[in-house]
């Protein structure tokens, strides 16, 4: 499905960039080589970045202690 229409953006591809690092649409977009145009999609994409940000398992850190 399109997440962005003014730059032809699927949410996998946003999902894809999330997962390699991505933590911002603009970081999103730039790592898909574009950027913002109308920003009605902000919004929309912020919210895939932060699900696949909770969907990471976090580390445990009383493993490293
Ligand atoms: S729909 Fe994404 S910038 Fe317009």
Redesign the pocket.
């Known amino acids: 499905m399109i ?5 032809a ?1 699927t949410e996998d591809e946003v999902r894809a960039v999330a997962q390699k690092g991505a933590r911002t649409t603009e970081q999103a ?1 730039a790592a898909l080589g574009c950027e ?7 919004c929309y ?1 912020q919210e895939l970045i932060d699900e696949e940000l909770k969907a990471r398992p976090r580390p445990n850190l009383r493993a490293v202690a």
């Open positions: 997440a962005c229409v003014c730059n953006i977009y913002p145009q109308c920003g009605s999609c902000l994409t």
